[in-house]
């Protein structure tokens, strides 16, 4: 690798002073005369009928300046990834019918403190009729199980089929040649982002009537199209302003936060600011939801893997999100770094009545990673090889095909192995130590 | 709850705020002394990142009625360290790339102190223990402690 | 009952950029009358240190001092397009945009530096704010002069833009098939564990990682996302639950003491080393590697587990309680 001057110099951090005086600035340090404060009232059972809303006393208590509900969001759905085709619409911004998770957002009270607005926000009155909700994949996919989507099974359909597949050879062939038939089932069940820092926002409508948002999103721009489509304003007329974040991790991008307080601000005619609790971050943010993989390998005597089947269910919770997204990256990563020719994978994106799942660090790979892994040290296990060198057979060459027919290139596991070996003193066969990411004749 | 009037010291400087008296200190020093330095992670003392030094003592501000400050000195990151005028443990978190976003830095530098100032040579495991109350997310919270070593060793 | 030690390893690869593509990154580059470079970004630093990285790589393809570039970011109505900062996607994306960018504004720098020097701009070197003929280090003109004369004299600009994109051509809905990323990193985990057979307990002792990044721009940094990332990953392993009784729905953590993560004191002793082989088509060679460093703790600690006391932990998080029933089945069906 070429030497180079400033790159691959261990520089010190150009905010690194600012951050060590605590002079970084972050959202939350963001504030404007008349400034209002935002919290939000959110359902307190996991599936049932909204019928109604009552939020007079809310907004006849002293301090409050409005109370935002389902009626004042101009477009009253929240479907993130539709500019990537990800639909139908089923999230809406706020409650209007239907009550989907415990914690989904109904109405949110504006006032002149954060103190005021938790008041007032007890006095807001819900009539929910409450149904039987469905908790998990299992119960989703049930036989009779209530379809809790309008679209009448409780999956996300991938081009009219309820799984991502990728495929290539053919598995049962697979099957019949190999010697052992090897199963795992893994499961990750759901943990948070939990940055330091919670999810905030402060919107200030500007006299000429533009918007500006100080949010600590991680995604600035998409933010901002997202927030046009729900207020129904070309979105030139909004100024997404950030870029510090205090941890993010996928946590905060979800455009959950700004659109409610962007209303509460364009109806109050003041600066809005929403914090969320800790309590909000753990309870209500989106988590990662559990994903179990079922794995069945057929696997030669010496070692090579040479039929991979896998089933994969994700809890994706309520609504979309960026789930339908995170669960086809994690369709296409579910095979692994290894060479296997034939290879069947379904990745079932799948709905609850739970906190709704979406993008934390890893994405849909952390998941995969874990299951190759371990089923890899199993097969090792079962047919009493090393688990170092099961992997330096298996390991994909650049020049070979991947489960989803892409020509591997720029691999590099072999030689990770070899530098981690050498660390801790692994002694491997010669074979192990000599081969190549490049060695693959074709 | 009627406003009642508390003053106490600010990083040496005598100042008074007018608040209910169990408004919690970290919402005082944000929102009324603008010590931005001092952050909200949690409002459950259980991220630290509020932290600031009572009587030379690490508390989580954000559980502190503005009461309890009544007659104390209080002291936050401003009052340890400034860019003109850098502590060591600022210098030593600054060289070992101890902050990544940022946000438990101010936590983390004003426990840190506090340690120092009772124990100016604590062992490894003193200084892991006074970091209990301090969460980080991004660094993993070695090269927290590789700083705060730093500056032991080099005392 | 007894203190069993057991090592596992976990080989991972990770996919750079947004899944199939489709996420661009745009850049904006522009030089002041006296030779500083400010550059336009509306991205965002979560801790993960783009703020520092970008100057390097702009100084770096300019030739000119890393103090003298400046890097504006966080306002739409200051900076083009950028998709956001996840899927480990920045450093390749914005670099690639940035390189871009500054390419563009070095070309326009060096036509006013030939004009100025009466050479041709391909003979031309920059290198630590200094531009001279290559090979007669003697006949050079400060970039401070050049901009200056471009400014002022010549009437001209010293800018630039950049975009990457990687298009994205959807997935055959048969198959699957499809091109998912720009590149893969690579890593492999050692985990060594102790497993008390009494209590169920499970310590992590050490961890061994060997990252592949294609290019470590900031080595330092590079460092801080492997420790940080293990130590996530050994918290999602062995503590995080956001319904510790899953499926059951509660209890229901809302705060940081019900909510078990890794503190201080649970920080295993770790060992890292970064191998730089380059990439395809990522900026100096870089590939992202920003998640994956949370991803080889849990299959590592999994199969050191195994390999300490015989048992299969498959679901996540490992707590004692899974273990000692394992060790319960494993001692029943062993019989």
């Not at chain 1, 598995?171 to 999810?199: C, M, R, S």
């Not at chain 2, 003053?7 to 209910?20: E, M």
């Amino acid at each position: 690798m070429k030497q180079l001057g400033i790159v691959g110099e261990s520089v010190k951090r150009r905010d690194g002073i600012a951050h060590v005086t605590g002079q970084t600035r972050y959202v939350d340090d963001v504030s404007y005369p008349g400034m209002l404060w935002l919290k939000m009232v959110r359902a307190p059972v996991h599936r049932g009928i909204l019928k109604k809303v009552d939020v007079s006393k809310a907004e006849a208590y002293p301090g409050v300046h409005a109370v935002v509900t389902a009626k004042d969001v101009p477009n009253n759905w929240y479907t993130i990834l539709c500019l990537i085709g990800v639909g139908p619409n089923d999230e809406p911004v706020l409650a209007d019918t239907e009550i989907m998770w415990r914690g989904e957002p109904i109405c949110a009270v504006v006032a002149e403190s954060e103190e005021i607005a938790l008041e007032a926000a007890q006095l807001v009155e819900l009539d929910i009729e409450e149904l039987p909700p469905v908790m998990t994949v299992d119960e989703a996919l049930a036989e009779g199980a209530p379809a809790i989507k309008k679209w009448g099974n409780n999956t996300f359909m991938y081009e009219g089929k309820p799984y991502r597949r990728v495929f290539i050879g053919d598995v049962e062939e697979g099957f019949a040649k190999a010697d052992h038939i090897i199963e795992g089932t893994y499961q990750l069940n759901p943990y948070d982002h939990v940055p330091v820092e919670t999810q905030t926002c402060v919107v200030k409508p500007e006299p000429d009537g533009r918007l500006t948002v100080h949010s600590n999103t991680q995604a600035l721009y998409f933010t901002k199209d997202n927030l046009g489509i729900i207020l129904q304003m070309p979105d030139y007329k909004i100024r997404l302003v950030g870029g510090t974040v205090g941890g993010g991790f996928g946590g905060k991008v979800d455009v959950v936060i700004e659109p409610v307080t962007a209303i509460a601000a364009m109806k109050t005619g003041r600066p809005v600011k929403w914090r969320w609790t800790r309590t909000e971050e753990f309870r209500n943010s989106s988590t990662v939801g559990m994903y179990r993989m079922h794995y069945k390998d057929g696997v030669m005597n010496d070692g090579r893997i040479i039929a991979r089947q896998v089933i994969s269910y994700h809890d994706a919770g309520a609504y979309h999100r960026h789930s339908p997204y995170g669960v086809q990256k994690h369709a296409f990563n579910l095979a692994g770094p290894y060479n296997i020719p034939n290879v069947d994978i379904k990745a079932y994106c799948v709905y609850t009545n739970r906190q709704p799942s979406s993008a934390l660090r890893g994405f849909g790979v952390t998941p995969a990673s874990f299951a190759i892994e371990v089923q890899m040290d199993k097969i090792a296990r079962t047919l009493g090889m090393d688990p170092w060198q099961i992997r330096f057979l298996n390991a994909y060459r650049n020049g070979q095909m991947k489960a989803v027919r892409k020509v591997v290139e720029d691999a590099t596991l072999i030689e990770t192995m070899q530098a981690a070996a050498k660390m801790v003193g692994a002694e491997l066969p010669e074979w192990c130590w000599k081969a190549r990411s490049d060695d693959w004749k074709g | 709850m009627e406003l009642v009037t508390i003053s106490f010291k600010l990083n040496g400087r005598p100042v008074a705020v007018v608040a209910s008296p169990l408004e919690n200190l970290r919402d005082v020093l944000r929102e009324k002394l603008q010590v931005l330095t001092v952050k909200a992670g949690c409002g459950q003392g259980g991220c630290g990142s509020c932290t600031v030094l009572m009587n030379g003592e690490p508390v989580v501000s954000c559980l502190t009625p503005i009461v309890n400050a009544q007659g104390q000195e209080i002291t936050t990151l401003e009052g340890i360290g400034t860019f003109n005028n850098l502590h060591p443990l600022q210098q030593a978190f600054y060289d070992n790339f101890a902050a990544q976003c940022g946000y438990c830095s101010s936590g983390m530098i004003t426990v840190a102190k506090a340690l120092l100032d009772h124990n100016p040579h604590p062992s490894r495991e003193q200084i892991i223990d006074a970091l209990a109350g301090n969460v980080c997310r991004c660094t993993g919270y070695v090269p927290i402690i590789q700083a705060i070593e730093q500056v032991t060793d080099s005392k | 009952m007894a203190i069993k030690r057991g090592r596992g390893i976990a080989a991972l690869n990770y996919p750079t950029g947004m899944n199939l593509g489709g996420d661009p990154s745009q850049a904006l580059i522009y030089m002041q009358p006296t030779g500083g470079f400010v550059v336009k970004l509306a991205c965002t630093d979560l801790g993960q240190g783009l703020k520092t990285v970008v100057p390097q790589m702009v100084a770096e393809t300019l030739g000119v001092p890393l103090e003298s570039v400046n890097i504006e970011t966080g306002d739409t109505d200051s900076a083009p397009h950028d998709m956001g900062q996840f899927a480990s996607r920045s450093t390749h994306r914005v670099g690639n945009a940035v390189i871009m960018a500054a390419k563009e504004a070095k070309k326009q720098l060096l036509e006013v530096a030939a004009d100025e020097m009466e050479a041709s701009p391909e003979d031309l070197v920059i290198s630590d704010g200094e531009i001279f003929v290559r090979g007669v280090p003697s006949k050079k003109k400060s970039v401070f002069d050049v901009a200056l004369a471009a400014t002022f004299k010549h009437g001209k600009t010293v800018s630039g833009r950049g975009i990457f994109l990687k298009q994205n051509h959807g997935v055959d809905p048969e198959t699957g098939a499809c091109d998912p990323d720009s590149t893969e990193a690579h890593c492999t985990t050692v985990a060594d564990v102790e497993v008390d057979t009494e209590t169920g307990d499970v310590k992590v002792l050490k961890l061994w990682s060997a990252y592949e990044v294609g290019r470590a721009i900031n080595p330092k940094m590079v460092q801080g996302q492997i420790v940080g990332g293990s130590v996530m990953g050994i918290g999602i392993a062995t503590k995080e639950a956001s319904f510790p009784n899953y499926p059951q729905f509660d209890p229901h953590p809302g705060s940081f003491s019900e909510y078990m993560m890794m503190g201080a004191a649970d920080v295993p002793e770790m060992e890292s080393t970064i191998l730089e082989m380059g990439s395809v088509d990522g900026p100096f060679g870089v590939k992202g590697v920003g998640e994956m460093t949370a991803n080889s703790p849990l299959p590592a600690i999994v199969n050191a587990i195994y390999d300490a006391v015989g048992v299969w932990i498959t679901d996540l998080p490992v707590t004692p309680e899974k273990v000692l029933r394992a060790l319960e089945e494993k001692e029943l069906s062993d019989k």
